[in-house]
Structures are given as C-alpha cells and as structure tokens.
C-alpha cells in the first residue's frame, strides 16, 4: 500500500524559508513520479512541483508562480521527497499535498489527475 507522509509545514514571515518533506513506503520509490501540490480555502488543487527519473537523471518540473523561488528534490535512499520554499509570499499561503503515480503514466506532471495516491498534506502559512 502507498503511503505519503507530509511534514515541515508552519508558520513563516514573507521571504521566510521552510522545507517541506514527504516521505514514502509501500513501494520502489524510484521508479514513481512524486509531486507537490497545493491548495487554499475557496481554491482549486494546483501543482507546484514535480520530480521523475527519466532516461536515468530526474526531471523536475516547477509551476511558474515558482520558479526561482521553490526547489524540488528527492533522495532514493531514504524515500523522500524535498520540497525547498524560499522567498515566501502571502500568497503561498496554502495546505501541500505530496502525490506519487509510477513513471510513465504522467500526461500532465502537474496536474492533480494524473495522480492516484496522496498524502494528508501539511499547512503552510505565510504572514507576519
């Protein structure tokens, strides 16, 4: 069974950092396309960031209201996912869901429906 555990999440002040981190079990971690996504009250799920090893390097993917200011990583040994957010806006404000679908099956990497398993999620909030 797929299991994605969420953590990391708070309270920070604009330009603050946090690092968010998802950790997997119930299968090999390096064959699945892992994610991030994020949601806000009265909002529709978005992705923010994505990761799969393709051709033996990964790809990562960034949503552009996030680009140079998050970074996503993983590291296969210990079946984790990293969610880097530096430069925090208001607007980043938001609960971070991790997802996971096996490589290959991806049309959309950040797109909530090419996804079948999900984490609790972990609140982020931004605001001094």
């Known amino acids: 069974e797929v299991q994605l555990v969420e953590s990391g999440g708070g309270l920070v002040q604009p330009g603050g950092s946090l690092r968010l981190s998802c950790a997997a079990s119930g299968f090999t971690f390096s064959t699945y396309a892992m994610s991030w996504f994020r949601q806000a009250p009265g909002k529709e799920r978005e992705g923010v960031a994505a990761?799969?090893?393709?051709?033996?390097?990964?790809?990562?993917y960034l949503a552009g209201s996030v680009k140079g200011r998050f970074t996503i990583s993983q590291d296969n040994a210990k079946n984790t996912m990293y969610l880097q957010m530096d430069s925090l806006k208001p607007e980043d404000t938001a609960m971070y869901y991790c997802?996971?679908?096996?490589?290959?099956?991806?049309?959309?990497?950040?797109?909530?429906?090419?996804?079948?398993?999900w984490g609790q999620g972990t609140q982020v909030t931004v605001s001094s």
């Open positions: 990761i799969e090893t393709i051709g033996g390097g990964p790809a990562t």
């Open positions: 997802a996971a679908e096996p490589t290959g099956r991806l049309l959309n990497p950040l797109s909530p429906a090419s996804y079948n398993s």
